[in-house]
């Protein structure tokens, strides 16, 4: 198992019919009634395809003077400098400003630092040779938000800055001409999730004018929907606006250098959803910044020429092969080091090493922090020096970690989710242990533990059909805040099973009550399920359509596997959620309701075994002689439902603090109605709805 524990939600079986009698299909009802919307009016929040307006971009904070100042460059043909970050979001938001100011007729230079000479950020010597180009006015896009020194030597040369950002502001701001970020403490903004494109967006739209909103979303919200997605911002409010509008605008795109990326990636017949942008567009551009070559990335998306778009698209896709073979080598470097220490006694990852790549370390940390199931500090060391970057796990916030050892770093910036910091080579040992107590603090001392959040589990598999599961792309764009949602199929069997892909994932075929699945399980192998032909399993899964050779089928993307429960612990599971005051499906009410007989013959058993009207046993001895004396079929989940009504109706007095009952016969009133016990009410309820 991948994960420790599957947490279902709670099973609103009754709101999903209603909901499907108003017209939403059956997957996307069940889906919207286990995150909490209940009802159509809520439903239609996410499953409207009208786009709700999107709020002032003068609301925020400094962006009236960051207005006025570009206004006065672009008026003057003043040289503007658009300095953005390297990975994805920076990529696009510089790409972004960058097309527009130039379309407005400015003389604008974009500038990405080398992530491995120059690092993250404004840096002196970047802006010295902007000063030495003629520049006289840096726009930030991405960051910047922690640059105070860099923005005083700006200054020191003449060049104004101004600074549009995302990131968590600190208590003092840089002193620039703007400082545009929802963020900042004094911006009453109402959404604060903008991705640093977002904040770009924001600035065009504020620059045209209202007049000019519509036109310049239409124009922008492609580039704004890759840079929100690949920084994992909460898909909801203006996001889920911006993205909606990107993805619609994408499926007929008028960029060279997106078409070019998606013919290059295989991905230009497929749809283009969050997915598309997550697993193919996203990581391909991204590996530009991380291998060193985000200029390239940039350029892509710049290009008005078809010819040269291609042999960019080309490049991108060989970095990102690269990427992907270095940050294995890291991964399994890192997973060598973690196997010699403890388990039990980390809390957190602090890895240090010389020989990694700068550009991968971020990916490999969020790879280390799920398998591990804690929050993972990657750092690559040179000269004495070290350059990390920090994944979050289970909510916990990387970003307060960081602020937490402070003292020890040379300097940290990002989010709540993932962050970058310097550190001393000297200091690593310190932080590793402030990291670890940190953690402890934060958890209560409890271990963190990996939960898989389940929305829907598949009672009928005829639901998995093709048009029920194409009906969940009316829930997209997935992402955070909106993840795609997670399904399970208890008791499946497999068919037959195969490692592909070079023996690092598991394809596999599973059947259930007369319909059969094909299944991909990615960086799982056969051994490590520890799985075989003919074996039961439950299966966490997204359904998706695969396409292969022109013909459309329903495929599972297997988040996990399990050893499926026995009956007898199925039923078991199913009365301790009922006990916890959990609603059930019709069918699992129904594998938990006792006949007539049941209750009869366990009465009687009772009777005739108690000595002075007291009997102690367990649950599973007194089902087995119930059914042997009576000739019942013995369901020990009946004999437990059993007493518990003939407990709650006075009959008997229950003592089950311990695994053998101890059972107190009373006195019998005449008649009782079982059926009027409340659990019994609640069983027949639940398979009413």
């Not at 790409?95 to 950020?121: A, K, M, N, Q, W």
């Not at 008028?254 to 959803?273: F, N, Q, V």
């Amino acid at each position: 198992m991948k994960y420790k524990q599957w947490k279902p939600a709670p099973c609103v079986s009754g709101a999903v019919k209603v909901m499907q009698t108003q017209g939403v299909p059956p997957l996307v009802a069940a889906v919207l009634c286990a995150r909490g919307l209940n009802t159509a009016e809520e439903a239609s929040a996410i499953l409207s395809p009208d786009y709700p307006l999107i709020n002032s971009p003068l609301l925020l904070r400094d962006m009236d003077q960051a207005v006025r100042r570009i206004g006065h460059a672009l008026e003057n043909r003043e040289k503007i400098a658009v300095y953005g970050d390297y990975d994805v979001d920076g990529i696009t938001a510089t790409c972004l400003l960058t097309h527009y100011l130039r379309s407005r007729g400015g003389c604008v230079l974009p500038y990405i630092p080398d992530r491995i000479e120059e690092g993250y950020g404004l840096n002196r010597d970047a802006i010295t040779a902007l000063h030495g180009a003629g520049v006289s006015l840096i726009v930030t896009v991405d960051c910047g938000i922690t640059a105070l020194e860099e923005t005083g030597y700006a200054h020191e040369l003449g060049l104004d800055v101004i600074i549009t950002d995302h990131h968590e502001c600190r208590e003092l701001l840089p002193d620039a001409a703007a400082v545009v970020n929802p963020h900042r403490k004094d911006c009453g903004y109402p959404f604060r999730c903008l991705a640093g494109v977002g904040v770009a967006l924001k600035l065009v739209l504020a620059l045209g004018g209202p007049a000019c909103e519509r036109k310049l979303l239409s124009q922008y919200a492609d580039l704004a929907a890759i840079g929100t997605i690949a920084d994992v911002m909460q898909l909801l409010g203006e996001n889920r606006t911006i993205v909606r509008l990107g993805l619609d605008a994408m499926k007929n795109t008028l960029r060279p250098g997106l078409s070019a990326l998606l013919h290059e990636a295989g991905a230009e017949a497929k749809p283009i959803d969050s997915s598309c942008i997550g697993y193919t567009i996203a990581p391909r551009l991204n590996a530009a910044g991380r291998m060193g070559c985000a200029a390239v990335a940039a350029e892509l998306l710049l290009s008005d020429d078809f010819g040269r778009a291609s042999e960019l698209a080309r490049a991108l896709c060989d970095l990102n092969r690269e990427r992907q073979a270095v940050e294995w080598e890291i991964f399994a470097s890192c997973t060598t080091l973690l196997e010699r220490e403890p388990a039990s006694s980390r809390r957190a990852i602090v890895l240090a090493d010389s020989g990694w790549h700068q550009g991968v370390v971020g990916i490999v940390a969020s790879r280390l922090a799920e398998k591990y199931s804690c929050p993972a500090f990657i750092i690559c060391l040179q000269n004495g020096m070290g350059k990390g970057s920090c994944r979050s796990y289970a909510g916990l916030n990387v970003y307060e970690a960081l602020e937490h050892c402070g003292d020890l770093l040379e300097g940290f910036g990002g989010h709540a989710l993932a962050a970058g910091f310097t550190i001393l080579e000297e200091n690593v040992s310190a932080f590793r242990a402030r990291m670890e107590d940190w953690v402890a603090a934060c958890t209560g001392g409890a271990e963190l533990t990996s939960v898989l959040q389940v929305d829907v589990e598949v009672e009928d598999p005829a639901l998995l059909s093709r048009s029920g599961v194409e009906a969940l792309s009316l829930l997209e764009p997935f992402g955070a805040g909106n993840p795609r949602p997670v399904f399970s199929l208890s008791g499946a069997t497999v068919a037959c099973l195969a490692d592909v892909g070079g023996g690092r994932h598991l394809k596999l075929r599973v059947s259930r009550d007369g319909y059969t699945f094909d299944a991909i399980f990615f960086s799982a192998t056969a051994a490590q399920c520890e799985l075989a032909a003919g074996d039961r399993a439950d299966i966490a899964f997204y359904p998706q359509i695969n396409e292969f050779r022109g013909e459309r089928s329903v495929q599972l993307h297997v988040v996990d596997i399990r050893p499926a429960l026995t009956r007898a612990q199925t039923e078991q599971f199913l009365l301790e959620k009922l006990l916890r005051g959990e609603r059930l499906s019709a069918k699992q009410a129904q594998l938990l309701i006792p006949t007539r007989e049941e209750f009869a013959g366990l009465w009687r058993f009772l009777r005739r075994h108690a000595a002075e009207n007291r009997l102690e046993e367990t649950v599973c001895c007194l089902s087995h002689g119930m059914a042997r004396t009576y000739g019942l079929r013995e369901r020990i989940v009946h004999t437990r439902v059993c007493l518990e009504v003939l407990d709650e109706c006075g009959l008997i007095e229950l003592d089950r603090r311990t695994d053998v009952v101890r059972i107190l016969l009373r006195e019998a009133p005449d008649k009782v109605d079982l059926e009027q016990s409340s659990m019994m009410q609640k069983l027949r309820s639940m398979m009413t709805e």
